[in-house]
């Protein structure tokens, strides 16, 4: 079993960052690919960001790409999502996941999730 723990969200303003924190336990981290997804109310849970266990290959959608940066530590088996310039449609709770094989997309692909944070930007 791995045990995810998001920390980091909160209300800022249009144009702020964030950075959300996930610490993970129960496994090796290094063998985690780590991924973000987010749902606004309403909405389908969306991916956001992936990294890959090995290597640290990353993956974003395309509206985060040049806003958002996912990376990782794996002596404090937690990943970051660093996310400039949020805006509005931004806003949902912000959900951590792991996957034991490689970097996805899709969230049934992913074998754990955290508990989410709120992220809330207002314009």
């Known amino acids: 079993q791995v045990q995810l723990v998001e920390t980091g969200g909160g209300l800022v303003q249009a144009g702020a960052s964030l950075r959300l924190s996930c610490a993970a336990s129960?496994?090796?981290?290094?063998?985690?690919?780590m991924g973000w997804f987010r749902q606004a109310p309403g909405k389908e849970r969306e991916f956001v960001a992936a990294i890959s266990s090995r290597f640290s290959i990353t993956n974003y959608l395309d509206s985060v790409k040049r806003r958002f940066s996912i990376y990782r530590d794996n002596a404090k088996s937690t990943v970051y999502l660093q996310m400039n310039s949020l805006k509005p449609e931004d806003t949902g709770v912000y959900y951590c996941?792991?996957?034991?094989?490689?970097?996805?997309?899709?969230?049934?692909?992913?074998?754990?999730w955290g508990q989410g944070t709120q992220v809330t930007v207002s314009s």
């Open positions: 996941a792991a996957n034991l094989d490689s970097i996805r997309i899709r969230a049934s692909e992913y074998d754990y």
């Open positions: 129960g496994r090796p981290f290094s063998g985690l690919a």
